[in-house]
Each structure stands twice: as structure tokens, then as C-alpha cells.
């Protein structure tokens, strides 16, 4: 049935151990000994259905990757101009910050930098999260106020 299923020979030991290890996590143990064989049954239909999943995930995930590394990078104008005017722009977004506090910059950085919450902040600072999201605002505001000045004007939204 999981051969069935799966269409893969060697993918019915790795379903095998999966409807093992999700028998063993059952939370509910079962009553009636006469389910244990649809049980058991159910549990493979779904266990083989999460590995045709994820195979599906993962040959899709290495076409988009292949098909990312077969275009050709000539070095198009469009391409190229792309290119300068981001490591322009991320040039001039780090002498921005250079100008800025240490303690906006350090904000800015756990926020965006590290991608932390404003939990995590709060608790890294010894803040509230009110003032975590008004440190924020203010950080962004100099920020704003520092790339306008250096000539990087805010885009359409």
C-alpha cells in the first residue's frame, strides 16, 4: 500500500519509520483492538501523503534553484544597473547608520540585523515593548532623516 502510495521502492522503510514513530506518539491509546488495523492503515495513508509532499518540496525547490543558476548572467545593462544602484544604496544606508547613536543603531540592528522581536529586544534592553516600538520609531525617523540628507529619497507606496 505505501509502494502504492509513494510510487518509490526505497521511500516505503522511511514511511515504515514514520507510522512507527507516530503510533509510539499517539496520545490517545486505542480501546478496541479491532481499530488497530485502520488505524494502522490511516496512519500510513497519511504518512505517505506527507512524504509525496515534501518530495514534491523538495524537486520543486531544485528546479527553482536550477533553473535560477541556468539563466545567463551577461552582464545586461538592466542586470548591471540593478546591481550598482543597490550597492549604492546599501553604501549609502551604512554611512547613514554610521552617523547615527549607538543606541538607534543597536535597535535598528536587533530589529532588522537579527530580525528579533520586540520581546526579545525589550528583554535584551531591560525596556517594555512600548518603548521598544518608540526607540523604533524614533531610530527609523533619524534614519529617514539621515538618507534624505545624503540623497536617497523614500520610494512611492
Given amino acids: 500500500m505505501i509502494l502504492a502510495r509513494t510510487g518509490e521502492m526505497q521511500a516505503v522503510d522511511e514511511v515504515f519509520q514514520r507510522v512507527a514513530l507516530a503510533a509510539v506518539e499517539q496520545a490517545a491509546p486505542l480501546a478496541d483492538a479491532a481499530k488497530v488495523a485502520p488505524w494502522l492503515h490511516r496512519l500510513a495513508v497519511i504518512q505517505s501523503a506527507r512524504f509525496r509532499r515534501k518530495l514534491g518540496r523538495e524537486r520543486q525547490a531544485l528546479r527553482n534553484f536550477t533553473e535560477r543558476q541556468a539563466q545567463p548572467r551577461n552582464g545586461s545593462a538592466a542586470s548591471l544597473l540593478d546591481w550598482l544602484v543597490a550597492r549604492e544604496r546599501h553604501d549609502q544606508t551604512q554611512t547613514a547608520l554610521a552617523r547615527l547613536e549607538g543606541a538607534d543603531v543597536e535597535v535598528l540592528m536587533l530589529k532588522y540585523g537579527e530580525r528579533w522581536s520586540y520581546r526579545q ?17 524614533r531610530a527609523r525617523a533619524r534614519l529617514r532623516h539621515e538618507l534624505l540628507a545624503s540623497g536617497i529619497e523614500g520610494e512611492e507606496q
Fill in 121 to 137: 529586544i525589550a528583554e535584551r534592553l531591560g525596556i517594555s515593548e512600548k518603548a521598544v516600538d518608540a526607540r523604533l520609531s
